[in-house]
């Protein structure tokens, strides 16, 4: 979601020590992992507005690619570069449905929207990772 390491490590130390500040907060009625998903793609998403601010995105980013042709390091690369290239909601989307492995069901209470939302949202950001990956093809 954020392209590398160590802004990932922040983004995870953060979420984890508001989390225990705000368990006070927790409404037990909802899904643990739902509100503490939800805490991560808000600081993930402010920590990329507050990197728009002072530094680009790097196309060297460390994004793990997974499953994705691991023994093909062009084709991780590629993968990785049109990632970045997505805006952070295509990205969060592909990146909860894609690398996390959540049901839309669960996407969808974790991005707060109706599943039918994150079924259409998933269909544009894989149509525009699909045009990225080709313009880099290209």
Request: include cysteine.
């Amino acid at each position: 979601m954020l392209g590398n390491v160590q802004d990932a490590e922040d983004v995870t130390q953060t979420v984890f020590c508001n989390a225990f500040l705000s368990m006070r907060s927790y409404d037990s009625k909802y899904r643990f992992f739902s509100w503490l998903y939800r805490m991560t793609i808000n600081e993930s998403l402010n920590q990329l507005k507050r990197r728009k601010r002072t530094v680009t995105l790097d196309e060297d980013a460390d994004i793990p690619v997974g499953g994705v042709a691991a023994d093909n390091v062009e084709v991780d690369d590629q993968v990785r570069a049109a990632l970045l290239s997505l805006r952070p909601d295509d990205r969060a989307v592909v990146v909860l449905r894609h690398f996390v492995s959540l049901s839309y069901e669960r996407i969808a209470e974790v991005l707060e929207v109706p599943v039918r939302t994150v079924k259409s949202r998933l269909f544009t950001a894989r149509e525009r990772l699909r045009l990225a990956l080709l313009a880099r093809k290209a």
